[in-house]
């Protein structure tokens, strides 16, 4: 009986980071909580019992579905970040690096 509350928490779990992964506007964040939908459709996919497995394979499905939808866009907007760290951090640095002054 333990084993199907465990699933169901992580079924509920699921659905609920899916649903604010596909609502949230950063790609990144989006993509990170799809996957992690993924994750907690497994685990209730491993404990459930019957109709818990067949609601987390759904949810699974959603989760990929959407993951790999996003892929793409979080990717480049994970490149752009770091471009943008490293030109900052160019801009930052000193032009000649030697021993420091005492």
Known sequence: MQKHKTARTFLWLALILLLIGGA??????????????????????????????????????????????????AKSHQSKYMERVKSKAAANSPATPGPAKP
């Not at 994750?39 to 987390?56: P, T």
């Open 24 to 73: 949230i506007s950063d790609p990144t964040a989006g993509f990170a909580l799809t996957a992690l939908a993924g994750v907690s459709a497994i685990v209730s996919i491993a404990l459930g019992s019957k109709w818990l497995k067949l609601f987390g394979v759904l949810v699974l499905l959603a989760s990929t579905s959407l993951a790999m939808a996003t892929w793409q866009e």
